[in-house]
């Protein structure tokens, strides 16, 4: 004789099956609504990166550096008097604002939700900023011969060894012979064992030994704080005394390096991922700075570009090289 289930067997099936429901459909609708977030914060990302693209195109015809564009429902952006078209294959907002203030502030309307976003940089500390987007405070200027300090103090550099600058749309181009920058007295740099975090984010034609960033002479005893790659690593250097992180650069490829001293505590950053760190005494001595140059009778001049230059008098947390970081990512272009 065949039997069934009873009553009270299909009862305990349901009520087993409506408490599995009730586990596993949050979290499923959570993993879906989750990925479709990333998908559309990708599409922002794409969207942006167009954006830049489309304004350096303007700028190769005319000077042209928006304040603040609207988007239009097709996507394109209105800005002031201008109409611009943004090419891209894929998603695009159909609404919001970008405002060009530092970094990227944007409010964006996707697939009918809002995505905002702060994107401007850390501002508390920061003594010196030199930016290839807005290589002077009016904006991106092909010929400047002066990178203009962005901080309130005016710690200009000036370009040597160039007969013509070489600017791209958001950096400066280095030949690794005898190009660099320099600022003549510099304010308000933090030097001895004051604690500093310096940002470099640059690109390189070679692995050779090249500096990025150096403040005061080298000389016995030290007085110097360089910071400079040398084949697969970056090094933050003092006399005799270098922090060295294996890093795995390549070639024409973009990073944001940092390098960071908490007093007496060194560490190094590539793309906000921590390198590694050391104990250390550092005796710098406030001296001229220069920017793709260290040690000039060793040749240690850098060879590729830089973008951006960022010194700060404290250390940055872990929470801010990751803001930062991700500025850099939206405004150059780091994969």
């Known amino acids: 004789m065949k039997k069934g289930f009873t009553l009270v067997e299909l009862l305990a099936v349901i009520v087993i099956l409506a408490i599995v429901a009730l586990i596993a459909v949050p979290i499923i609708l959570d993993i879906i609504e989750s990925t479709k977030r990333q998908s559309d914060e990708r599409s922002i990302e794409l969207y942006l990166s167009a954006v830049k693209e489309a304004i350096a195109r303007r700028n190769l015809t005319e000077e042209f550096n928006p304040n603040k564009c609207d988007v239009k429902e097709d996507g394109n952006l209105k800005c002031g008097d201008v109409n611009l078209t943004i090419e891209l294959n894929g998603t695009t907002p159909t609404g919001g604002s970008i405002i060009f203030e530092d970094g990227i502030v944007y409010t964006l309307v996707l697939n009918g939700k809002t995505y905002e976003n702060s994107c401007v940089y ?3 500390g920061l003594v010196l900023w030199l930016d290839g987007i807005n290589n002077t405070k009016s904006g991106h200027n092909y010929s400047a011969t002066i990178w203009e300090d962005l901080s309130k103090n005016n710690n200009n550099a000036t370009l040597k060894n160039y007969d013509n600058p070489t600017w791209t749309t958001d950096a400066l181009i280095l030949n690794g012979e005898d190009q660099y920058a320099q600022i003549l007295n510099p304010l308000n740099i933090p030097i001895g064992n004051s604690p500093y975090t310096i940002e470099v984010v640059f690109e390189t034609n070679t692995l050779i030994r090249g500096g990025l960033f150096n403040i005061g002479t080298f000389k016995k005893n030290g007085a110097s704080n360089a910071f400079r790659l040398d084949g697969n690593r970056l090094e933050n250097y ?98």
């Open 238 to 335: 003092y006399w005799s005394n270098d922090l060295i992180a294996p890093c795995n650069l390549e070639i024409k490829k973009i990073y944001t390096g940092l390098a960071l001293n908490y007093g007496n505590n060194r560490k190094i950053y590539l793309n906000s991922e921590f390198k590694g760190e050391d104990t250390a005494t550092p005796n710098t001595e406030l001296g001229d700075i220069t920017i793709g140059r260290t040690q000039p009778l060793q040749n240690e001049y850098f060879n590729g570009k830089i973008y951006s230059i960022r010194v700060y008098n404290r250390g940055l947390s872990d929470e801010e090289i990751q803001k930062n970081f991700k500025v850099d990512k939206l405004r150059f272009g780091i994969t």
């Open 122 to 124: 850390v501002k508390d």
